[in-house]
């Protein structure tokens, strides 16, 4: 039987991540915004963002393990997850990761929560940045609470900060925890890899 899930490949996801990157560019140069490089982390920004976001990945991760959280709907999640990425390689997660990381938190954090904070107030503007986070994430309902969790907590993060580097090193770093467990790891989540079937019906295309 045919699988319902494509496993993606670099080449797939390369145009979209890159054109998320330069809108995040382009809004953030024609945007305001409050924050900085470092903000008020300094030189301590890069590094405290990458334990940030290892540590962010381990909370979910036991998080997930909780006895309220319904774990049928975790599992099919974890299982689309890889198999729409069991074929990347280290390079490819790198790659994906330091884009996601860059183009998203400059478009999402950078650009559209900077303006909502100073166009309504700052936790309007999380709330309202971490929903569209959320939504671009769209693949289940549950992918959406969750990466809309994960904005929100993105997005305090470069609020108290005030460093764009904090919250771009933290999401990147949370990707590639992420991406380690979904498709080298998969054990971990009570998957197998060798599973050549799916859940969730997804589509070829996207």
Same mark, same amino acid.
């Given at each position: 039987?045919k699988?319902?899930?494509?496993?993606?490949?670099?080449?797939?996801?390369?145009?979209?991540?890159?054109?998320?990157?330069?809108?995040?560019?382009?809004?953030?140069?024609?945007?305001?915004?409050v924050?900085?490089?470092?903000?008020?982390?300094?030189?301590?920004?890069?590094?405290?963002?990458?334990?940030?976001?290892? @540590?962010?990945?381990?909370i979910?991760?036991?998080?997930?393990?909780?006895?309220?959280?319904? /774990?049928?709907?975790?599992?099919?999640?974890?299982?689309?997850?890889?198999?729409?990425?069991?074929?990347?390689?280290?390079?490819?997660?790198?790659?994906?990761?330091?884009?996601?990381?860059?183009?998203?938190?400059?478009?999402?954090?950078?650009?559209?929560?900077?303006?909502?904070?100073?166009?309504?107030?700052?936790?309007?503007?999380?709330?309202?940045?971490s929903?569209?986070?959320?939504?671009? =994430?769209?693949?289940? /309902?549950?992918?959406?609470?969750?990466?809309? @969790?994960?904005?929100?907590?993105?997005?305090?993060?470069?609020?108290?900060?005030?460093?764009?580097?904090?919250?771009?090193?933290? =999401?990147?770093?949370?990707?590639?925890?992420?991406?380690?467990?979904?498709?080298? /790891?998969? =054990?971990?989540?009570?998957?197998?890899?060798?599973?050549?079937?799916?859940?969730?019906?997804?589509?070829? /295309?996207?």
């Amino acid at each position: 039987m045919k699988p319902l899930y494509r496993s993606l490949t670099l080449r797939d996801v390369l145009p979209s991540a890159l054109i998320i990157t330069i809108l995040g560019l382009a809004a953030c140069y024609w945007l305001p915004s409050v924050w900085t490089l470092n903000g008020r982390l300094g030189w301590a920004a890069a590094p405290l963002g990458a334990v940030s976001g290892v @540590l962010l990945y381990g909370i979910c991760f036991f998080a997930t393990q909780a006895p309220m959280i319904n /774990r049928l709907s975790v599992q099919q999640l974890n299982q689309t997850l890889h198999q729409l990425f069991r074929n990347f390689s280290w390079r490819d997660i790198l790659i994906v990761s330091c884009l996601a990381g860059v183009g998203e938190e400059l478009l999402v954090r950078g650009a559209l929560q900077s303006w909502l904070s100073d166009a309504i107030n700052p936790w309007v503007g999380i709330l309202l940045a971490s929903l569209v986070f959320g939504l671009m =994430h769209y693949l289940s /309902r549950v992918y959406v609470i969750v990466t809309m @969790l994960l904005g929100c907590l993105f997005g305090i993060g470069l609020y108290l900060s005030q460093s764009i580097i904090y919250v771009v090193v933290a =999401h990147a770093a949370y990707d590639v925890m992420a991406f380690f467990i979904i498709v080298k /790891r998969p =054990h971990m989540l009570g998957l197998d890899s060798n599973d050549e079937t799916s859940l969730l019906p997804i589509r070829d /295309r996207y």
